[in-house]
Every structure is written in structure tokens, then in C-alpha cells.
């Protein structure tokens, strides 16, 4: 059974960074593909990154956070990480990561509607 478990998320002041976790359980990361998640209160859920290995590590982002975080892939723990610095207020909301049994390859994100597995999801809070 897939199963996905985020953890990092907390309250953090402008400027400041956060380390998301997303441990995968039940399916090996060399053989998926891992995206990350956001929604604010009252908006839609957008896509921030995602990850797939395959014979190099393909990622890619969502514009508003080019340059600002950071999605990776650790095979020895089957984790997925998203790196977020220089945060934002408007980066405040649930993140959630998901996975799906297929390896991407191209310059946008699979939407939401691609992956079967979610996470719980956990808060980034971004204020002063």
C-alpha cells in the first residue's frame, strides 16, 4: 500500500526557510514520480514542483517559486524534499506531496489529477 507522510511544515517569518519532507512508503522512488502541492485558504490547489529519477534527476516549478526552493530525491530513504527559502507570505498555506506510479519527463508538472496517492499534508505559515 502506498502511503505518503509529509512533515516540516511550522510558522516562519518573511525571508525565512523551511525544509518540507515527504517520506514514500510502499513503492520505490526510482519508479515514480513525487509532486508537491499547495493550497491557500479559499483558493485552488496549484502545484509547486515535482521530481522524477530516472537516468537524471527531472524537476521543474511552478513561476512563483523559481529560484526559491528546491525539490530532491533521496533513494536510501525513499524521501522527497522540498527545499523553501526566501519565503513569502503568499506562500502561506497546506502543502501536500503525491505520487503516482509512472516516471515524468518534460518542462511542466503533471496536474493534480495524475497522482492517485496523497499525503495528510502539512501547514507553512509564512508571518511576521
Known amino acids: 500500500q502506498v502511503q505518503l507522510v509529509e512533515s516540516g511544515g511550522g510558522l516562519v517569518q518573511p525571508g525565512g526557510s523551511l525544509r518540507l519532507s515527504c517520506a514514500v512508503s510502499?513503492?520505490?522512488?526510482?519508479?515514480?514520480?513525487v509532486g508537491w502541492f499547495r493550497q491557500a485558504p479559499g483558493a485552488a490547489r496549484e502545484s509547486v514542483s515535482c521530481?522524477?529519477?530516472?537516468?537524471?534527476?527531472?524537476?521543474a516549478y511552478a513561476e512563483s517559486v523559481k529560484g526559491r526552493f528546491t525539490i530532491s530525491g533521496d533513494s536510501a530513504t525513499n524521501t522527497v524534499y522540498l527545499q523553501m527559502d526566501s519565503l513569502k507570505s503568499e506562500d502561506t498555506g497546506v502543502y501536500y506531496c503525491?505520487?503516482?506510479?509512472?516516471?515524468?519527463?518534460?518542462?511542466?508538472?503533471?496536474?493534480?489529477?495524475?497522482?492517485?496517492?496523497w499525503g495528510q499534508g502539512t501547514q507553512v505559515t509564512v508571518s511576521s
Open positions: 503525491a505520487t503516482e506510479n509512472f516516471r515524468w519527463s518534460g518542462s511542466r508538472c503533471p496536474p493534480g489529477n495524475d497522482y492517485g496517492f
Open positions: 510502499g513503492i520505490t522512488l526510482n519508479y515514480i514520480t
Open positions: 521530481f522524477s529519477q530516472r537516468r537524471y534527476n527531472n524537476t
